[in-house]
T-cell receptor, first 113, second 107 residues
Framework: DSGVTQTPKHLITATGQRVTLRCSPR?????VYWYQQSLDQGLQFLIQ???????AKGNILERFSAQQFPDLHSELNLSSLELGDSALYFC????????????FGPGTRLTVL | ELKVEQNPLFLSMQEGKNYTIYCNYS?????LYWYRQDPGKSLESLFV?????AVKQEGRLMASLDTKARLSTLHITAAVHDLSATYFC???????FGAGTILRVKS
């Protein structure tokens, strides 16, 4: 158990809908990262927040957004969902902004029907 | 754009044998990470390599980093069934991942 929690574990929804994935980092970690894992794209970095501020952006679609709250938990919002958004979404956390290993949560499996 | 290549992508090993997984990356970086993923599970951090020449060992696994060659290796010694998993290398703080190496250890 990495200490990173994610909810929900599974999510099944329809195309065009909007969902919110939630992540609580390990105690004391200030950085939160979001990753998407799919069969065709592999593991891709989406976005990083550090102490409430956006720090780095990866291959995140405009339909997706994220934020980190004052208590350091983070939410990833996915809207206008398409079949291709079906994937495993991981959150990771680390103590610092750079140069430290990231600890991954259990993931949220999103299925878009 | 940073690209990370792993090979082989699939590795079937006999128990007790040794093998090496290679991770090449395209641009300069001194931050390389190895992760393990079991089917349907999350990623588990194995090694953090933060400087040229870094070598780390844990049990039957040893990882090394050559930043000049832009190459990291994950060496498996005397493989056992419990090592069966997918192994990923990732480069940079934004974790650009390789495609992963599926390792199957046969008895």
């Amino acid at each position: 158990d990495s200490g990173v929690t994610q909810t929900p574990k599974h999510l099944i929804t329809a195309t065009g809908q909007r969902v919110t994935l939630r992540c609580s980092p390990r105690s004391g970690d200030l950085s939160v990262y979001w990753y998407q894992q799919s069969l065709d794209q592999g593991l891709q970095f989406l976005i990083q927040y550090y102490n409430g501020e956006e720090r780095a952006k990866g291959n995140i679609l405009e339909r997706f957004s994220a934020q980190q709250f004052p208590d350091l938990h983070s939410e990833l919002n996915l809207s206008s969902l398409e079949l291709g958004d079906s994937a495993l979404y991981f959150c990771a956390s680390s103590p610092l902004a750079t140069g430290t290993e990231q600890f991954f949560g259990p993931g949220t499996r999103l299925t878009v029907l | 754009e940073l690209k990370v290549e792993q090979n082989p992508l699939f590795l079937s090993m006999q128990e007790g044998k040794n093998y090496t997984i290679y991770c090449n990356y395209s641009t300069t970086s001194d931050r390389l990470y190895w992760y393990r993923q079991d089917p349907g599970k999350s990623l588990e951090s194995l090694f953090v390599l933060l400087s040229n020449g870094a070598v780390k060992q844990e049990g039957r696994l040893m990882a090394s980093l050559d930043t000049k060659a832009r190459l990291s290796t994950l060496h498996i010694t005397a493989a056992v069934h419990d090592l069966s998993a997918t192994y990923f290398c990732a480069v940079d703080d934004k974790l650009v991942f390789g495609a992963g190496t599926i390792l199957r250890v046969k008895s």
